[in-house]
Each structure stands twice: as structure tokens, then as C-alpha cells.
């Protein structure tokens, strides 16, 4: 029986090259949504800040205006909606929501004076 051995190698790039094409595709799938989870968490937690500032201010009599209503419009002025507001005092706590790649983001914050 002959032994029969082969010395030909074309087209091994192009298994490699499909190779990482498809490692390429499955890191963006990947990595996409996280990245837009990431954002918008970060975007919940500015719009929070901003919604605890208006209902500190509010409650401050800085700004006239009802604290909560405030924190609900600076809310929603961030693409956020307002879950909780607690205003005791000047001190302000908020919690805002928001989707991002159908998963729920949520953020909270306090504003007012400092804790003695």
C-alpha cells in the first residue's frame, strides 16, 4: 500500500481568516450591549443627581416649586422616570429608572446638607 502524504497548505488562510471574523462577530455581539448598559447606568446616575439637586433646591426654597415635582421633571428632562423621592428637611433621596437593552437600570442619590 503507498503512502500517500500531502504538501498543499492553499486555503488555510482562509480558514483562519474566517476564524477570526467569526471571533470578531461574537465579541461585538457581546460587547455591544454591555457597553450600552454601562452608558446608560451612567446616565441614571447624573439624572438622579440632577433630580435629588431640583428637590434640594426646591426644598431649600432656592427655587420655589413643590421638591418632588422638581425631581420628577429633572428626571424626565434626563430620559429617566422617577421611582422614589423621600425630601426630610432639606436633605433630598431619589431613585430614578431607566431600560437600556431591556435590562432595568436604576440609580439613587441624596442632595442637601451634610450628614453631622
Not at 504538501?7 to 450600552?36: F, K, M, N, W, Y
Not at 422616570?81 to 441624596?110: E, F, K, M, N, Q
Request: charged letters at 10%; glycine letters at 8%; hydrophobic letters at 55%.
Amino acid at each position: 500500500m503507498a503512502r500517500v502524504t500531502v504538501h498543499d497548505e492553499r486555503g488555510a488562510a482562509s480558514v483562519l481568516a474566517v476564524a477570526l471574523v467569526a471571533a470578531t462577530l461574537i465579541a461585538t455581539g457581546i460587547l455591544t450591549p454591555l457597553c450600552a448598559a454601562y452608558s446608560a447606568r451612567q446616565t441614571a446616575a447624573g439624572a438622579a443627581d440632577a433630580a435629588a439637586l431640583a428637590a434640594a433646591d426646591t426644598a431649600s426654597g432656592l427655587v420655589p416649586g413643590i421638591p418632588c415635582e422638581a425631581a420628577h421633571r429633572a428626571a424626565e428632562l434626563n430620559g429617566t422616570s422617577l421611582v422614589d423621592c423621600d425630601v426630610t428637611g432639606l436633605v433630598a433621596l431619589v431613585r430614578v429608572s431607566t431600560t437600556a437593552v431591556g435590562i432595568p437600570i436604576t440609580a439613587s442619590a441624596r442632595a442637601g446638607p451634610p450628614q453631622l
